[in-house]
């Protein structure tokens, strides 16, 4: 499965596969809409649209090759390199869109490996990818993810869906000029895994001045870190964004309450364990569109194309040192 083979060391990736990158690139970035169609109760507007929104590379240098790359990225015009000493430096690359760092000294004492290499593929034209692999990636060995983001944008309104856990989970609501929601965190940003929802299109607005044409554009972004990488794939199966009607219960008093849960989250640790059961179940039935499911099927849907740039990153390209 592609998670089993997600985050394995380049040694690891070329024996298992006999796949050479040969500098190909596809537009990893652009996966589009599928047109598969869900059932009944999973029905949304349209698929959304899935990619990679940050990586974290780590590997070693060896002294040899530290000693070619100090150098190369030295006369570099488009890297901007500090901090530079014999068995460390410091490095951003591609109009700042890289950051790259390495530390021999901090990485023998944590027992970790010593290079870091950071960047949103989203922002990266093929040939910058193909520039980044060849002049910077190909230089470790043993290398490996250690952070992923997976971006789901819907061209839907996620204002008023709601993130459910079977497990106990840190929700934060960050709220806009007009009372509606526009960003919402659940987890902690060191843990794990971290889950933001927002309104992409005002984001884009607020800080770049790019108008998005679509009417809605709302990200679902899981950041996923550390032991949580190798289960990518199951990394929402925990999760719920739903869009309860509560107004179709029948009971006034039920109303009432999945009103309160929804819009007061601390009154979920004064029910009993049987009442949360209770509730819990009742948004699920009274949601008919599951936004998790919808995810998992555009994921198992471009599974092959994730894979090949997980591959493009990981093995070996085919060039002199």
């Known amino acids: 499965k592609l998670r089993s083979r997600f ?8 024996i ?3 796949q050479s990158t040969s500098q190909e690139v596809t537009n990893y ?3 589009g809409y599928s047109n598969s169609r869900l059932g009944a109760h999973f029905v949304c507007k349209s698929h959304p649209k899935l990619s990679f929104d940050g990586m974290t590379i780590v590997g070693n240098l060896n002294k040899n090759n530290a000693q070619k790359l100090s150098k190369f990225m030295s006369i570099e015009p488009q890297i901007r390199l ?3 000493l014999q068995t460390k430096f410091k490095a ?3 109009q700042e869109k890289v ?3 390495y530390d021999k000294v901090k990485a023998d004492t944590w027992d970790r490996r010593n290079m870091r290499v950071e960047f949103n593929p989203n922002k990266l034209t093929h040939e910058e990818m193909l520039w980044l692999k060849q002049n910077i990636i190909d230089y470790m060995e043993d290398d490996g993810f250690t952070r992923i983001d997976l971006a789901f944008d819907f061209e839907d309104d996620l204002s008023d869906y709601y993130a459910m856990s079977d497990k106990a989970l840190k929700k934060t609501v960050l709220y806009g000029v007009n009372g509606m929601p526009e960003t919402k965190y659940f987890g902690v940003r060191d ?3 971290f889950i933001r929802i927002y309104n992409k299109k005002k984001e884009r607005k607020d800080n770049a001045d790019i108008e998005i044409a679509s009417k809605h554009l709302w990200r679902v972004e899981i950041e996923l870190k550390r032991n949580m990488v190798d289960y990518w794939n199951d990394c929402f199966n925990d999760l719920r964004i739903l869009k309860p009607a509560w107004a179709t219960l029948e009971s006034v008093k039920e109303q009432a309450m999945v009103y309160l849960l929804l819009h007061e989250e601390s009154t979920w640790g004064k029910l009993h364990r049987n009442s949360r059961r209770k509730y819990k179940q009742i948004l699920q039935e009274i949601s008919p569109i599951d936004l998790t499911e919808l995810m998992k099927l555009t994921l198992r849907e471009n599974e ?3 894979q090949k740039q997980i591959d493009f990153w990981l093995l070996d390209a085919k060039r002199e040192v």
């Not at 985050?7 to 070329?14: C, D, G, V």
């Open 7 to 14: 985050f394995m060391s380049r040694k690891e990736q070329e």
């Open 191 to 193: 843990s794990e895994r």
């Open 82 to 84: 500090w901090d530079m």
């Open 92 to 94: 951003k690359a591609l």
């Open 29 to 31: 970035t652009s996966t």
């Open 99 to 101: 950051y790259i760092e």
């Open 304 to 306: 092959k194309q994730l």
């Open 16 to 18: 298992h596969s006999n």
